[in-house]
């Protein structure tokens, strides 16, 4: 145990996140995500949820200041009717731990899995809203202490 680092952040996670450098991305991905097979490294989180991670993870992780969009998500596919309200979670949350109002785009979703297979890491969690998967774009940690 550590002093100030959340306890849903396991050892595994927090090595990949240390290793990931300015512009790295990483994959929140939701339990329908096929993470297993797009994964160039996979950190399970099963049984957690997206929100909760995504709040531990900016704690320590800063969003890229030199992107217009540091964070991406799944669009929704043309024609289905499902809703994402926890895309306002995560920007209350982004907007809390960041400052930024507007920090994300729509990525179509052939494209998100692309894009996904280049991302340093995808993390599998059990989060089980549709379309809850989010790629984070690793900023620069200004004063390290």
Not at 29 to 48: E, Y
Request: charged fraction near 25%.
């Amino acid at each position: 145990m550590l002093i100030g680092i959340p306890n849903i952040l396991s050892p595994e996670l927090l090595k990949v996140l240390m290793e990931m450098g300015h512009s790295d991305e990483i994959v929140l991905a939701d339990g329908n995500f096929p993470a297993a097979s797009h994964a160039q490294r996979l950190i399970r989180c099963d049984g957690h949820g997206i929100p909760e991670l995504l709040d531990a993870i900016l704690r320590l992780f800063p969003l890229d200041q030199y992107v217009e969009r540091p964070a991406g998500l799944m669009a929704v596919m043309p024609g289905d009717r499902t809703e994402t309200p926890i895309w306002a979670d995560y920007g209350n949350i982004i907007r809390e731990r960041s400052g930024l109002e507007d920090p994300f785009e729509a990525i179509e979703r052939f494209a998100f899995y692309e894009r996904a297979k280049r991302a340093y890491a995808v993390i599998a969690t059990g989060e089980s809203a549709l379309y809850a998967n989010l790629i984070l774009k690793k900023g620069v940690v200004k004063n390290a202490e």
